[in-house]
């Protein structure tokens, strides 16, 4: 049996965000429980403005044919990864109480505890050149 995975995310920059949720998709789609834990600045990933898929490097990712951000966050939750905020970097951040994308869960959503991890899609899956979506 894989080992559970977590993944820290304190930064709010883009190639920061971007291979965190590189890294969880990819042990997801391998079969491993994988939680992304965001905090401080690295909740900005979660907003549901999505500041960080307006980023002058999506654009890029996408020209390189490359999964950019909200690719990433679309297969985070169908693969059932575990996506978490923390409430004290929520609050130094200056995010309290601001609306978050589907598929987090943070302090003061509409759950009452975190989401157990999820059933996996079939729609993803690791190959040599990346994660790939399957229709």
Do not use: K
Request: aromatic share 6%; glycine share 12%.
């Amino acid at each position: 049996m894989a080992r559970p995975l977590g993944i820290l995310l304190i930064s709010a920059g883009h190639e920061r965000a971007h291979y965190a949720l590189v890294l969880a998709t990819g042990a997801a789609a391998l079969g491993r429980d994988v939680t992304l834990f965001a905090t401080n600045e690295g909740c900005r990933l979660l907003l549901e403005a999505a500041p960080l898929a307006g980023d002058a490097r999506e654009a890029a990712l996408a020209a390189a044919g490359v999964a950019g951000v909200a690719v990433l966050l679309e297969a985070a939750q169908e693969l059932g990864l575990r996506l978490l905020a923390c409430e004290a970097g929520l609050r130094a951040s200056g995010l309290a109480g601001r609306r978050c994308c589907p598929g987090w869960w943070w302090p003061g959503s509409p759950a009452s505890s975190p989401p157990s991890a999820r059933a996996r899609s079939s729609r993803y899956s690791l190959t040599d050149h990346g994660l790939a979506w399957h229709a």
